[in-house]
């Protein structure tokens, strides 16, 4: 069952402005914006808005021409992808499970589901019942395909239903090519070959298995124009397919995810920061029994303190490991608490876990021995962290790149390694990579040949021995087709000082000029 929010931001605006549609809502003409690098675009328009010709994607300074007392208002497409996503937890009251489709409809799976409701008719009948109730405007279409019920939803008859045993290649050959959710640049050449329906691209697939020239050649030409492009919403043919039930079409369903959190309210304000912090300390004792009931260990807290003027204090930590430790937890909060302004009190405290993970119970050894007396890495990491901020603690690991300057990364302490595929055999690489390659200039006897001499910051090093070169081809999956291969040296000066240089690009190789030469690395 497709479910299509038409008006998906309006709506929510009149909710937040306590007003129902066809009161002062549409009296005058309305659109919400975003504001853009060409000026303020136009994102939703109500009906009187539209009646005088604003349109979504128009620019403002264009609406205003057309209707110049327009009213506008900020448009909040964040907003209205977390609504969307609530909506999806509240719309699996008629299937298992419901998916998002972006940004304003729903699909849900009624497979089984629509004699509990007494039919088709009557399920979709209670959905446009509860979404009018709830500021809603909704169509609605159920059909044996993700595809098919998107597309008569938009396209199709209000309350549509496409029964299994129906002809769907009949009774979708009328829609408009637009119901198979193509980008704009596809429904555009499509429109340039004259494909304006769904039946004339059934027709191409039947060409199959006729014999017209005709018929093949248009096959053909579709084939060789959309083949290359992966993503479905830029081949019509997949599309098709999936519209059709011939391949499936994977969803993401919305699965609810509750986050653990206890509160105090409190009889009377605190102002002060001992009583503070017993009050912090019952609260990670409580989030402690909550973790250990689920099986789960917290990753990401969030400490809430609501003050007597209203205003709310929020501090947040992010945990190298699981953890339901409530000394921990309590050490922890200890350091960020002290730039906390209580003003005439703090009536109200609340403590979240944004983030958990698995936890298996188990008794005490002697690592936990270690985490309570503050000893074990996870507990360092969390302290250094707090102290030093949250991307100060990090490790370095290796990453599948034969570039050196790609050939590393940074990632938490405690998170797995990324698997490598297969083993990455490097030359000698020197202890002290530069942030930069720093460009210098050399002295050779050939522009193919081994670097005499060359200047770095200013001071010019005799070579006086060479070993390479090595060469590294780029990554032509990454980088433009202008990028040069490269040469890597290891020098040594008179003095014995040894450096890692490389040459960018050859002289022949027609993709620049002359190479460039780099100082990348040093030597102990």
Known sequence: ???????????????????????????????????????????????????????????????????PAIQTRPSDPAGDLAFLERLAVWAQRWGPWSAMDAPDGLLVDVTAVAHLFGGERRLLADVEKRCTARGLTVRTAVAPTAGAAWALAHFGPSSAILAPDDDMTARLADLPVAALRLDNDVLLVLKRLG????????????????????????RDSIQRRFRNRKSPAANPLVRMDQLLGRVPEPLLPVVPVTAPMVQRRLLEPIRHRPLLDKVVEDLAEDMARTLEAKGQGARRLQLGLWRVDGEVILRELELAAATRSPEHICRLFAERLDDVDAGFGIEMLRL??????????????????????????????DRLTTRLGPKAVQRPVPR?????????????????????????AFHTRPLKLLDRPERISVLYAAPEGYPRRFSWRGQVCEVARVEGPERIAPEWWREKGTARLRDYYRVEDEEGRRYWIYRNGLATDGRGGMPDWYLQGLFA
Request: aromatic content about 2%; proline content about 5%; hydrophobic content about 40%.
């Open 195 to 218: 494909l304006k329906r769904l039946g004339d691209l059934v027709g191409i697939e039947e060409g199959r298995e006729r014999s017209n020239r005709q018929d093949n050649h248009g």
């Open 400 to 424: 599948a790149s034969h570039i050196p300057e790609r050939a590393q990364g940074w990632q938490p302490p405690l998170e797995p390694e990324p698997a490598l595929q297969g083993e990455l």
């Open 352 to 381: 979240r876990a944004a983030w958990s993970q698995p936890l298996a119970l188990d008794q005490s050894d002697l690592e936990a021995a270690a985490e309570q007396h503050g000893t074990s890495l996870a507990a360092c990491i």
């Open 1 to 67: 069952m497709a479910i299509w929010c038409a008006d998906l931001a309006l709506d929510r605006w009149r909710h937040s402005e306590g007003c129902q549609r066809g009161e002062g809502a549409d009296a005058a003409p309305l659109v919400l914006i975003t504001e853009t690098a060409h000026g303020p675009r136009i994102d939703a328009a109500n009906r009187a808005a539209s009646a005088h010709g604003a349109a979504r994607g128009m620019m403002l300074a264009d609406a205003r021409t057309l209707c």
